[in-house]
Nanobody
Framework: QVQLIESGGGLVQAGDSLRLSCAAS??????????TAWFRQAPGKEREIVAA??????????SDSDSVNGRFTISRDNAKNTVYLQMNSLKPEDTTVYYC???????????????WGQGTRVTVSS
């Protein structure tokens, strides 16, 4: 079993940056080597991938959406059992809840991830 706890969300202004953290406990990233991803879900919309990172951090995938590309960066520190999402040049449309997830495959489908955190809310004011 893996427990994921997100942190780092909050209220910022457009153009600001935030770094989200996803800390794992239980069967840790380093010992079990989970792929880890960040998803977000706006009200009334499907949960969509923001970014995912492989077990060693050597491969990443990002949302196809132009709204994310080039502004967000995923990284991981297995020694700290933590995955990060650096978000720069934030826009009001980035406002939503961000979820951390862990699974076995580096894919974008949320259904392929077995473990989920409770989410952290990001609010970007204009």
């Amino acid at each position: 079993q893996v427990q994921l706890i997100e942190s780092g969300g909050g209220l910022v202004q457009a153009g600001d940056s935030l770094r989200l953290s996803c800390a794992a406990s239980g069967r840790t990233f380093s010992s079990v080597s989970f792929v880890t991803a960040w998803f977000r879900q706006a009200p009334g919309k499907e949960r969509e991938i923001v970014a995912a990172i492989s077990r060693t951090g050597g491969r990443t995938i990002y949302s196809d959406s132009d709204s994310v590309n080039g502004r967000f960066t995923i990284s991981r520190d297995n020694a700290k059992n933590t995955v990060y999402l650096q978000m720069n040049s934030l826009k009001p449309e980035d406002t939503t809840v961000y979820y951390c997830a862990a699974g076995s495959l580096l894919v974008s489908a949320p259904g392929r991830y077995q473990y989920w955190g409770q989410g952290t809310r990001v609010t970007v004011s204009s």
